[in-house]
């Protein structure tokens, strides 16, 4: 830090605030204690006069004692702390308040809902825990504590996966981790930070048991693995979803899902993202008609929601059927492989050239027995149900594709530049520009082809969107007259791309990133995240609606149903 901290004279000395234990270098000069304010956290100051300080040992002890205190502390541990506490824009302490006396940290989990995943070690247990931390603490959006559905803030989503994953049925238990004890407190809110009122954080925090293995986006970023093995990945998570959790509480749709759980969910998140950052989320970028993303016009979230709604057709169409237990976040984060070495195996057999009969035999090898699918992280959020009652359209867990096709993986992991356009009377223009070789896009090799409607080549595929007919026609067994899916809901298709669409445009809250000590840098860089995400979700909806309109009659090498003939309300 340099030392030249300087008031006008007569007014009053500005004072520093730090959130947390300290170790302050002051370079040219010497610095007061009471230029800092750390409440009741510890501040050690340490004045380099010169250079020679740093270049030499022993003309400065304090300096030296400083290097050598650092040394010793940077264990195997601390570094894994130091590294993740940095990712998220926090600091160390902050982290190991929630570990206590006698653990270790092992690692951490990867997720995009600001809740926070600690691998621990207890002392005199070789066992490995799962503690998951969702707090009030933890997020950068505000959200009403007493939210209700989509709605419900994200630390009482814990409270709810743990009676879910308690109550799951015996059949599914092997697909998910086990649940143990759990705790909800309320902790003090720092002086500094308590502009909104609040003089306390709620958090909810509960242990389930680890599971071994590699979530199936980070297998992805490591090991880049040919399209194919993804597809036939995808295929046995589908099944899986498809014929065992949603088999399980499946009922006719009480009606009301779409407003419920999609139009109102859409709106109430934006309205969130309004108040958090105002200025990203302004109107400029929200309301107006339309919004050029990438050089392509499309109408913008409001417009898109007026369009569904005034059409009684379309919104027969995109209600759902029939409701069944869900997953409910089947991000591939929260998706994980007990053993990688079938996928790996048949990597290895179509880079090296292998026969085509060894390939498939390789490629039939993938199972969920060999692989040993684990899902994480339930959303445990029904329609008008939670916990071990959830309840909601099964649509909802396609989620896989947003990964990939979506460019979910490519957008969370920022590897992309963002350049925005809006104003008064402006149309706003959002360019989402993906770095190239970046390992998302080596690995899923989308083209893009649902924006300008261009071939797919089934029979000789290169990307993830080549796979999309064959992997559905699979699992949903689409080339069957007498497929249940078809009868149950023969425009999955349409709904498809409509429920990818509402995932990403109120996806947007889970996203802004704050700075250490909780402050909000509002503007579309800091918080281009969620401004890509939801410029995602709009190219989504607007192809559900060309479809709807018959302007779209295929979709990733599927033909698009027709609509029975129904005039508009």
């Not at 934006?270 to 302004?282: E, N």
């Not at 109107?283 to 339309?290: C, F, I, M, S, V």
Request: charged letters at 25%.
């Amino acid at each position: 830090m340099s030392s030249s901290l300087r008031t006008a004279p007569g007014s009053p000395a500005r004072r520093i605030q730090l959130n947390g234990n300290c170790q302050i270098l002051s370079l040219g000069s010497t610095l007061a204690a009471a230029h800092f304010d750390t409440g009741p956290f510890r501040a050690d100051i340490v004045s380099v006069g010169s250079p020679v300080d740093i270049w030499r040992k022993r003309v400065n002890p304090a300096l030296d004692d400083f290097e050598v205190r650092s040394t010793l502390a940077l264990t195997a541990e601390y570094g894994k702390v130091l590294r993740h506490a940095r990712g998220r824009n926090l600091l160390s302490s902050a982290v190991y308040a929630y570990v206590d006396a006698g653990e270790e940290v092992v690692g951490f989990g990867k997720g995009g809902s600001e809740s926070m995943t600690i691998f621990i070690r207890k002392e005199g247990d070789d066992r490995l825990y799962v503690r998951k931390i969702l707090s009030e603490a933890l997020t950068t959006a505000r959200w009403d504590r007493e939210g209700e559905g989509v709605m419900l803030p994200p630390f009482a989503k814990a409270r709810n996966q743990a009676e879910y994953l308690e109550a799951l049925p015996a059949s599914l238990r092997p697909y998910f981790p086990e649940a143990f004890g759990g705790l909800e407190r309320e902790i003090p809110v720092p002086a500094h930070l308590g502009g909104d009122g609040r003089t306390t954080h709620h958090e909810v925090i509960y242990e389930m048991s680890y599971v071994p293995g590699q979530e199936v986006s980070r297998f992805v970023a490591e090991h880049c693995p040919p399209p194919a093995v993804i597809a036939r990945l995808y295929a046995v998570v589908f099944t899986v979803l498809n014929d065992r959790v949603h088999a399980v509480n499946r009922v006719p749709s009480p009606g009301e899902t779409l407003e419920v759980s999609y139009f109102r969910k859409i709106e109430d998140r934006l309205d969130l993202c309004r108040r958090t950052a105002p200025r990203t989320f302004s109107p400029h970028l929200l309301d107006t008609e339309r919004i050029v993303i990438d050089g392509v016009p499309y109408l913008n979230s409001g417009a898109l929601l007026r369009r569904f709604r005034e059409n009684l057709a379309f919104l027969d169409v995109l209600e759902p059927r029939f409701h069944s237990l869900v997953m409910g976040d089947t991000n591939t984060e929260n998706i994980k492989i007990t053993d990688v070495e079938p996928l790996l195996r048949a990597q290895r057999l179509i880079e090296s050239g292998a026969a085509a009969d060894e390939v498939d035999a390789a490629l039939a090898g993938i199972t969920d027995e060999s692989l040993g699918i684990k899902f994480l992280d339930p959303r445990a959020i029904g329609f008008r149900t939670t916990g071990r009652d959830t309840s909601d359209d099964p649509m909802y867990d396609n989620k896989p594709w947003h990964n990939s096709i979506g460019h979910y993986d490519e957008i969370h992991h920022e590897h992309f530049a963002l350049r925005v356009e809006c104003g008064e009377g402006l149309t706003p223009r959002v360019d989402v520009e993906f770095t190239p070789g970046n390992p998302y896009q080596r690995a899923y090799r989308v083209r893009d082809v649902a924006v300008d409607g261009g071939p797919v080549y089934p029979d000789a595929p290169r990307g993830m969107e080549d796979h999309f007919a064959r992997v559905m026609t699979e699992v949903y067994g689409l080339d069957d007259p007498d497929s249940r899916h078809l009868r149950d809901d023969p425009y999955w298709l349409i709904r498809f791309a409509f429920v990818m669409g509402t995932h990403f445009t109120a996806m947007p809250p889970f996203h802004f990133q704050a700075e250490v000590g909780g402050t909000v840098i509002d503007g579309h860089q800091s918080q281009r995240r969620p401004v890509a995400i939801y410029c995602e979700g709009v190219k989504w909806l607007n192809w559900a609606l060309e479809m709807l309109e018959g302007r779209r009659t295929e979709f990733l090498g599927l033909p698009v149903p027709p609509l029975p003939e129904q005039g508009p309300a």
